[in-house]
């Protein structure tokens, strides 16, 4: 079971960026997806919700993205796709995706997930994005 993203990099404020993440080895339907992001410096500390799709059409984002960013779900390739506009320097994160496992259903943006709840879900490598001003 993989989430392999793809994307991210660095940018000025003001520029845009897309991360795509596709999942592969899921044996069950994935019912939701999101990406949530970890400010550098702080590997041990929650990861910030910063937007989360279902398949029942549930989408939610952070205060701080809304207007900005959009998570969309292409179902033919099975690819979630994160398209950042009007990047901010406080964007600078590594981004992750993530999905829900048989036992537990993603927490919805903007929750954040404690170190300590990150093996409820599945989680991707991450991909940085970084944003300069």
């Known amino acids: 079971v993989q989430l392999v993203e793809s994307g991210g990099g660095s940018v000025q404020a003001g520029g845009s960026l897309r991360v795509s993440c596709e999942p592969s080895?899921?044996?069950?339907?994935?019912?939701?997806m999101g990406w949530f992001r970890q400010a550098p410096g702080k590997e041990r500390e929650e990861r910030e919700g910063?937007?989360?799709?279902?398949?029942?059409?549930?989408?939610t984002y952070a205060d701080s993205v809304k207007g900005r960013f959009t998570i969309s779900k292409d179902n033919v390739k099975n690819t979630l796709y994160l398209q950042m506009n009007t990047l901010k320097p406080e964007d600078t994160a590594m981004y992750y995706c993530?999905?829900?496992?048989?036992?537990?259903?993603?927490?919805?943006?903007?929750?954040?997930?404690?170190?300590?709840?990150?093996?409820?879900?599945?989680w991707g490598q991450g991909t940085q994005v970084t944003v300069s001003s």
């Open positions: 910063v937007a989360t799709i279902c398949s029942d059409g549930i989408i």
């Open positions: 080895g899921f044996t069950y339907k994935i019912n939701c």
């Open positions: 993530a999905a829900d496992t048989p036992r537990y259903r993603l927490v919805a943006a903007p929750a954040v997930v404690p170190a300590s709840d990150r093996g409820l879900y599945f």
